[in-house]
């Protein structure tokens, strides 16, 4: 059999870059690529979304939760399209995630043919590193090495997109290729450096370190590799350490110096952290709210990144290091001094004791039917070990935030810098399928469940057998509300619920799970929670677990600033249909802030 430019594409990603895995969707724009993959006889494995948004988010959710390149596969026109979403996720949380894409044959480019899209054009943006369009096959090789190699070193998103006619030319062998003008030879391979500021930045970065009396840590996804060496410096420094989003997994919450989540949806250790501090060391993250960080002036500030792009771009630093975060912190850590007054320490560590017990006190209060902090707080200490954990944009991004408290040995994510919805299920997906052998849970709004988490379950649906261990929880915050935004109309433009935009239409999530022949599992008693978790985690299948959660329930930020109370006074004057609700359950969770075990 000839051996055409498809066979070739399949083979230099897989034996040349160790790609086994595809996420996508077929068309006839990518029926020569298809073809190929067939005959690889299932290395690199086809996986099957029901959208390619879908495909996008796994791939990114494999990149995250594997370290190693994601690749997604859609055809020419609607499906490269339907790709985009997913993969500005990746972009926008620096994941090296390469894009293939179809296209119509290059005998009918320009003409306006059918599914005809401009799609370097289109792709220019997100996949702005490297996209290219493949013409003849003797640009394949290093086409792809280019590819898998820019999305590597510079952690981002590439595309490559192939005319479906070359797809089915026969590939051309580099041995064969004339050395002669305009011809280039590549070859694969990647190794990641090792970055390392100078000498000299170290010193003055330890100077400012050594200084401050009152120093925060932050650290985001850049700082995961670095978690001993953040613990070591932490302790070096009497500094307590928050966490941005993405670094929710970084280092585990059973340690007393960790503040947990920052910003909107994070702690009330994290703000004091930031209000108090007089020195800041940023590692690994660009975290963006300037109004949860120090005053600037307030705090001297160090930032560590692998990136210089990302450096100096949230808070004016006194020190930017360019550098792996734990190449950098061993090599700052000899230069550190031990702080030898712990009061600054031993008051954050106090204020994060007493901070979980206004977390537990919250949870338990009684809300309409159950209290969504409840179940995030009942689903955290039933957590397996080494449970990976998603989470989709919605009012549980903060529960998840704030309430599941990280142990050793687990991971997270969630589409962080995008924030879009839709990202719980299909990454929750890809990450089992990646781990089969580990436990895994995604946590989603009935909102971005109608979107496109069914979607993704019926994909689930047809792969969960193979998976060596069936524990896959999919947890539906039932409330039949797009709860979030609710909230932020309220909450910053001052105006009451919408209902003809914020209500969605009551459906019966676990009964559809059944339908696809998994266990569906559905809660609306606070009793009932606790051991629907240890129910969902002892059973035979993938499981989805349905609560029926009150939307009043505020998802409160840790700091409340005036415009924001003023506006939230001015929803309920302007006559929001839940105003009474609201009213009461803020209350509720403001009083455990100051007596806990009080609200109800
Ligand atoms: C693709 C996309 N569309 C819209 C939004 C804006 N948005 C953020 S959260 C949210 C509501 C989510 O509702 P649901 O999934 O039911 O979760 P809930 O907040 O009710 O818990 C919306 C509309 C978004 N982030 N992404
Ligand atoms: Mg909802």
Not at 312 to 318: A, K
Not at 521 to 526: C, E, M, S, T
Request: hydrophobic share 40%.
């Amino acid at each position: 059999m000839s051996h055409t430019v498809s066979d070739a594409l399949v083979r230099r990603l897989r034996d040349d870059w160790g790609v086994h895995r595809i996420y996508g969707y077929p068309g006839d724009g990518i029926n020569g690529i298809m073809g190929a993959l067939n005959r690889a006889g299932g290395d690199p494995e086809f996986i099957l979304a029901r959208h390619e948004e879908l495909a996008a988010f796994m791939a990114t959710a494999h990149a995250k939760f594997t370290g190693e390149v994601g690749v997604c596969l859609a055809t020419s026109g609607p499906g490269a399209v339907h790709l985009l979403n997913g993969l500005y996720d990746a972009r926008m949380d620096h994941q090296p995630v390469v894009a293939i894409v179809g296209q119509q044959a290059r005998t009918a480019l320009g003409a306006g043919y059918q599914q005809e899209i401009d799609l370097t054009s289109l792709y220019k943006d997100v996949a702005r590193e490297y996209v290219q369009l493949c013409t003849v096959p003797e640009q394949l090789p290093e086409l792809v090495d280019r590819a898998v190699r820019i999305a590597r070193a510079e952690r981002t998103v590439t595309c490559l997109i192939f005319p479906n006619d070359l797809q089915e030319e026969e590939a051309v062998a580099i041995e064969d290729y004339p050395r002669e003008h305009g011809v280039v030879y590549t070859g694969p391979g990647y190794n990641e450096p090792r970055v390392l500021p100078r000498e000299d930045d170290l010193r003055r970065a330890a100077a400012v370190l050594n200084d401050g009396e009152r120093v925060a840590i932050l650290i985001g996804q850049g700082a995961r590799s670095a978690a001993d060496e953040v613990r070591q410096v932490a302790d070096t420094l009497g500094a307590g350490v928050a966490k941005a989003l993405l670094g929710k997994d970084v280092l585990p919450d059973d340690l007393p110096f960790v503040t947990g989540s920052i910003g909107l949806l994070g702690t009330k250790p994290s703000w004091d952290l930031m209000d108090d501090c007089d020195t800041l060391l940023m590692v690994g993250s660009s975290f963006p709210y300037s109004e949860w960080l120090p005053e600037p002036g307030q705090a001297r500030g160090v930032q560590i990144d692998i990136d210089g792009k990302q450096i100096g771009i949230r808070y004016p630093m006194d020190v930017n290091l360019v550098g792996d975060a734990k190449e950098t912190l061993r090599a700052l850590l000899p230069l550190l001094e031990r702080k030898e007054d712990r009061s600054w320490r031993e008051g954050i560590e106090a204020n994060v004791a007493r901070w979980w017990e206004v977390l537990e006190a919250r949870a338990m209060n009684d809300a309409d039917p159950i209290n969504p902090q409840r179940v995030f707080w009942e689903a955290s200490s039933r957590l397996p070990d080494g449970t990976i954990l998603t989470c989709d944009s919605g009012s549980s991004a903060n529960w998840w935030a704030r309430d599941i408290q990280i142990r050793e040995g687990m991971r997270a994510s969630i589409a962080g810098t995008l924030a879009t919805m839709g990202c719980g299920v299909p990454y929750a997906f890809a990450a089992k399928m990646a781990w089969p052998e580990r436990p895994v849970v995604a946590f989603i709004g009935d909102g971005a469940f109608q979107m496109n988490g069914m979607n993704g379950l019926i994909t689930l649906s047809q792969y969960w057998k193979r998976w060596s261990d069936p524990r896959f929880v999919v947890c539906v915050l039932h409330n039949n509300d797009l709860n979030q935004v609710t909230w932020e109309m309220r909450a910053m433009e001052g105006d009451p619920k919408y209902e003809a935009s914020q209500e969605i239409v009551d459906f019966p999530y676990a009964r559809y799970a059944e339908l696809l022949g998994l266990k569906g599992i559905r809660v609306d008693r606070p009793a009932e929670v606790g051991p629907a978790w240890d129910e969902a985690w002892a059973a035979d299948r993938p499981v989805l677990l349905e609560a029926v959660t009150d939307p009043e329930v505020p998802p409160l930020p840790p700091h409340i600033r005036f415009p924001q109370a003023k506006a939230m006074l001015s929803s309920l004057l302007k006559g929001d249909p839940e105003a009474r609700d609201i009213i009461r359950q803020t209350f509720k969770d403001k009083i455990e802030e100051f007596l806990p075990g009080r609200g109800s």
